[in-house]
Nanobody, 119 residues
Framework: QVQLVESGGGLVQAGGSRRLSCAASGNIFSINVMGWYRQAPGKQRELVAAITYGGNTNYSDSVKGRFSISRDNAKNTVYLQMNSLKPEDTAVYYC?????????????WGQGTQVTVSS
C-alpha cells in the first residue's frame, strides 16, 4: 500500500513564507515525477510545480520566482518552499507522485493540506 502524507500547511500573513513536505511510503520501487497541485474554493485543481527524479522542474506562471520545488530521492520526499505569499495562494495543496510498485505504475495523491494567506 502506497501512501503520500503532506505536512506544513497553516495560516501565514501575506509576504510570509511556508514550507510544505510530502513523504511517500509503502511498497515503492520507483518514483518518477512528484508535484504539488492546489485547489481554491470554487476553482479547479491546478498544477503549482513538478519535479522529475533527475531534478528538472516546472512551475505555473503564477508562482514562478516565488515558489521552489525540491526533492530528496533517498527519503522519497518532495518539498515546496513558498515565499512572498499572497492571499490568492490560499488553497488546499495536494501532493502528487507517479509511483512504481509491485502492481505497476500509478498516480497517487496526498490528503491535502490547507494553506491560508491573510492580507
Amino acid at each position: 500500500q502506497v501512501q503520500l502524507v503532506e505536512s506544513g500547511g497553516g495560516l501565514v500573513q501575506a509576504g510570509g513564507s511556508r514550507r510544505l513536505s510530502c513523504a511517500a511510503s509503502g511498497n515503492i520501487f520507483s518514483i518518477n515525477v512528484m508535484g504539488w497541485y492546489r485547489q481554491a474554493p470554487g476553482k479547479q485543481r491546478e498544477l503549482v510545480a513538478a519535479i522529475t527524479y533527475g531534478g528538472n522542474t516546472n512551475y505555473s506562471d503564477s508562482v514562478k520566482g516565488r515558489f521552489s520545488i525540491s526533492r530528496d530521492n533517498a527519503k522519497n520526499t518532495v518539498y515546496l518552499q513558498m515565499n512572498s505569499l499572497k492571499p490568492e495562494d490560499t488553497a488546499v495543496y495536494y501532493c502528487n507522485a507517479e509511483i512504481g510498485s509491485m502492481g505497476g505504475e500509478y498516480d497517487y495523491w496526498g490528503q491535502g493540506t490547507q494553506v491560508t494567506v491573510s492580507s
